[in-house]
């Protein structure tokens, strides 16, 4: 990457601040924000969103969590049931083997508490490194940055760093990012990557850092 680009870093962050309030953010971010923001339900949640649209995650969350709330609730609820409750959110036969083996696992490794540091979590079958990060920053407000396809392409796409993979992106935003701009980078990526900067022929003409923006790898805007 160019260090010029590197440079818009802060106005960027500032700018996309202000265009991106928590109203409008992922139900993930939201439930950052209650009072006592409670780390199995993040978790769960961050396990159904998985393809699926926020909208849909939000609603099949809460659904879900009318009456299996706990561990100890959701690893018995029968497997049939469990799929017919998220079958809307997509790949509803994995998902559930998913959240069903991961309850079990909190309540035989770890006391039924969803654990607060990353090894931990990672060691949990079905946790990948993007769950971790979102279960230590959202519900135990820890400086981790969570990159899911919209924080990977958005920038690479500035010139930001030029990466492969997410986990690369990860650590190369680790290096650049200053550490204030850590909690809020995925709500505000997320976002301006699902209304504006979208993977296919951005929104370049109303977007408010183009500007500042080379578009790498942009080949069709509007």
């Given at each position: ?113 969803v654990p607060d540091n ?105």
């Open positions: 990457m160019k260090k010029d680009n590197l440079s818009n870093i802060e106005p960027i962050m500032q700018i996309l601040e202000k265009h991106f309030n928590f109203q409008e953010r992922t139900t993930l971010n939201r439930m950052r924000k209650e009072k006592n923001p409670n780390a199995f339900k993040i978790l769960i949640s961050c396990l159904l969103s998985l393809r699926a649209k926020d909208e849909i995650t939000e609603k099949i969350s809460k659904e879900l969590f009318k009456t299996h709330d706990t561990p100890e609730k959701l690893a018995k609820i029968p497997t049939k049931k469990l799929e017919k409750i998220i079958f809307s959110t997509g790949h509803y036969h994995k998902k559930a083997a998913t959240l069903k083996s991961v309850s079990k696992e909190l309540i035989g490794r770890f006391n039924s508490k990353k090894d931990a979590l990672m060691s949990i079958k079905g946790i990948g490194p993007k769950t971790s990060n979102i279960v230590l920053n959202f519900a135990f407000n820890q400086l981790f940055i969570p990159v899911d396809t919209h924080c990977h392409r958005i920038p690479n796409r500035l010139g930001w760093v030029e990466t492969k993979t997410a986990e690369k992106t990860e650590k190369e935003l680790e290096k650049i990012l200053p550490k204030k701009y850590w909690m809020e980078f995925n709500g505000i990526f997320v976002l301006f990557g699902r209304t504006i900067c979208v993977p296919i022929s951005p929104k370049c003409s109303i977007c408010p850092i183009s500007k500042y923006c080379p578009r790498i790898g942009v080949e069709k805007s509007r």
